[in-house]
C-alpha cells in the first residue's frame, strides 16, 4: 500500500491545527485508499507540548491513519542513530556537526523540513505533504478543502497521465514520462510575510526592501509587478471549484504552508538549515522549476493568518531580523537559481533525477560571493527601517548592533548547506535503513 507522510512542524500553540489536519489525513485514506503517515514535529516549550499531547491522544483513531508526535528529545535519538549508521560513530565531530544543522537551537524552516523528509524515508513514505500550524482550511458548503487531494493524484504520477485531469498544460518538450515533483497552492488571508505595515507606511519603502528578494536582470515594469505581487499569495478569491495547471512551478506561486513532494525530489536534496532566516525552505521549489521537472499547481488554497505571538513587541521584531536574514541569504541563494535556471534539464540525469553533486557545487561556489552585495544589502535595510521610524527604529538598532554576525551568518549558512548537501543522500539512505522505531 502507497504510504504518505503529512506533516505539521511547529514550536507554538496549535491544538486546532492538530484536529484539521488529522481530519485531512483522514481524508486521504479514505479517499485515496493510502496509509497516511501524520508526523507532528514539536520542538514548543513544556506547558504548549503538554497541550498538544492532549489534543493527539484526543483525535478518533482513523482506518489507515497512523499518528507520531515527537518532541525534539524523540527527534534528536532518531536523528543520532541516522547519524550513526551513515556518518559512523567515529566521526562524532561530523555528527555532532550535522546532527546540529538538523536539529538547531534556533527556529529554522528548512530543518524541521528536513526532518520531516528523513522520517518520511524511515516510514518508507514515497511524498511528504507540509502544512503550517498559522493556517487553516477553506470551507465550502460546510466541508474542508483538502489540498491533499490533489497532491494524491499527482505526486509520482508520470506528467503524461495527469495531463489528462489536469485544467491546463504547459509540459516542457520530452518531460511526459517524467514524474510529477511537486504540488501545491497557495493562500488566502494575511500576508505570508508580515510586512503589510510597512506597505501601508511607505509604499517606496516597502518596494525597496522586497526588491530586494528579486534577481538582477527584470526590466523595471516587470520588478514592480513582482514586487506587487510578493507575498500576496492568491488574495481574497475563495474555492469555487478544481482548478489545475500541470507545468514546472513558479515558487512565487505557491506556499510552503500547502506542499508536496515526490521522494524523488527530496531524498537527494535537503532544503538550507539556515536558523532565524523565513524563506531559504523555498530551496527545492527553485531548483525543481529551473531542471524544468512537472509539477501541479492547485487552487486548493489554504487560509492564512498571524500568530498573536507575531504581534507582540518580542515577536514582531523576532519576525523583522528573519526577513532581514532572508533578504540577506537571497545574495547568495540567486547565484544559485541563476546557474540552476542556466543549467536547465541539465540539472536532471538520464532518468530524471537532479544530480545533487552539481547543486552542491554551485551552493558551495556561492560562499565565495564578492562581500560587498551583502554589506550594501544591509546598508539599505538598515536604512529603510530607519526611516520607517517608530518600533522599527528597534529593527533598525538590532541590525546594527547585529551587523558583524548577521553578515558572517549569512555566509556561514552557505557553507553549512553545501556540508549538509554532501552528506544528504547517505543521511537517507540510512533513515530508511533504519526506521521509525520511536512513535508517539
Known sequence: MRRVCLTLPTHRACTGTIAAIAEEATYGAREFGVEVHLLILDSSPAPVLAEHRQAVAALVASPGVTVHHLDEDEQRAFLREVLDRSVGASASASADRLLELMLPSRVSYGACTNRAFLIAQALGCTSVHRRDSDSRYQYVDGEPVFPLHQELTSLGQRADDVRKSATRSKLPPGSADRRVAVAGGSFVGEMSVDVAEIRDLDPDTYGELVGLSLPEGYPEIWRKHLIDASFRGAGTDSFDGDRTALAPISPTQVDMCNIGFDHEL????????????????????????????????????????????????????????????????????????????????????????????????????????????????????????????????????????????????????MADFALLMDHWEALTGASAEAGLAVTG
Not at 536534496?269 to 532566516?277: G, I, N, R
Open 266 to 413: 527530496y531524498s537527494r536534496v535537503p532544503l538550507p538549515p539556515a536558523p532565524d532566516t523565513i524563506g531559504t525552505d523555498y530551496f527545492l521549489l527553485h531548483l525543481a522549476h529551473n531542471a524544468r521537472l512537472p509539477g501541479l499547481r492547485h487552487n486548493r488554497h489554504i487560509v492564512n493568518f498571524h500568530t498573536e505571538e507575531r504581534r507582540t513587541d518580542a515577536g514582531f521584531l523576532a519576525y523583522q531580523v528573519r526577513f532581514t536574514k532572508f533578504l540577506l541569504a537571497t545574495a547568495y541563494l540567486n547565484t544559485v537559481y541563476a546557474r540552476t535556471t542556466a543549467a536547465g534539464e541539465a540539472l536532471l540525469d538520464t532518468e530524471g533525477h537532479i544530480k545533487a553533486s552539481v547543486v552542491a557545487g554551485f551552493v558551495r561556489d556561492s560562499v565565495d560571493l564578492d562581500g560587498t552585495e551583502p554589506v550594501h544589502r544591509l546598508d539599505v535595510i538598515e536604512g529603510a527601517y530607519r526611516r520607517l521610524g517608530g518600533r522599527y527604529t528597534t529593527v533598525a538598532d538590532t541590525l546594527a548592533d547585529r551587523r558583524p554576525r548577521l553578515l558572517d551568518e549569512a555566509r556561514d549558512d
